[in-house]
C-alpha cells in the first residue's frame, strides 16, 4: 500500500515561515512526479509546486520566489519551504504523487493534507 504522508502545517502570521514535509511510503518502483497541491475554501485544487519526471520544477505564479520545494537524496521525500507567507496562502496543503506500485502501472496518490492558516 503506498501513502504519502504530510506534515507541517499550522498557524503563522502574515510575512512568516513554515515547511511542509511529505514522505512516500510502501512497495513502489519509483516516483515519476512529486510536488504540492492546495485548495483554499471555496476554491479548486491547484498546483503549488512539483518535481516532474526529468528533474525540472514547476511553480504557482502565485508562489514564485517565495516557495521553493526540495526533496531528499532517495528522492522519496519532498519539502515546501514558503516563506512570506500572506493571508491568501491559508489552505489544505497536499502531497501528491505519480508513483509505480510494485507490478502495477503509475498511479496518482494524494496525501491526507495539511491545513496552513496565515492570519494575524
Known amino acids: 500500500q503506498v501513502q504519502l504522508v504530510e506534515s507541517g502545517g499550522g498557524l503563522v502570521q502574515p510575512g512568516g515561515s513554515l515547511r511542509l514535509s511529505c514522505a512516500a511510503s510502501?512497495?513502489?518502483?519509483?516516483?515519476?512526479?512529486l510536488g504540492w497541491y492546495r485548495q483554499a475554501p471555496g476554491k479548486q485544487r491547484e498546483l503549488v509546486a512539483v518535481?516532474?519526471?526529468?528533474?525540472?520544477?514547476d511553480y504557482a505564479d502565485a508562489v514564485k520566489g517565495r516557495f521553493t520545494i526540495s526533496r531528499d537524496t532517495h528522492e522519496t521525500k519532498v519539502y515546501l519551504q514558503m516563506s512570506s507567507l500572506k493571508p491568501e496562502d491559508t489552505a489544505i496543503y497536499y502531497c501528491?504523487?505519480?508513483?509505480?506500485?510494485?507490478?502495477?502501472?503509475?498511479?496518482?496518490?494524494w496525501g491526507q493534507g495539511t491545513q496552513v492558516t496565515v492570519s494575524s
Open positions: 501528491n504523487g505519480w508513483i509505480a506500485p510494485v507490478g502495477m502501472t503509475v498511479k496518482t496518490y
Open positions: 510502501g512497495d513502489f518502483l519509483n516516483i515519476k512526479r
Open positions: 518535481f516532474n519526471d526529468g528533474d525540472t520544477t
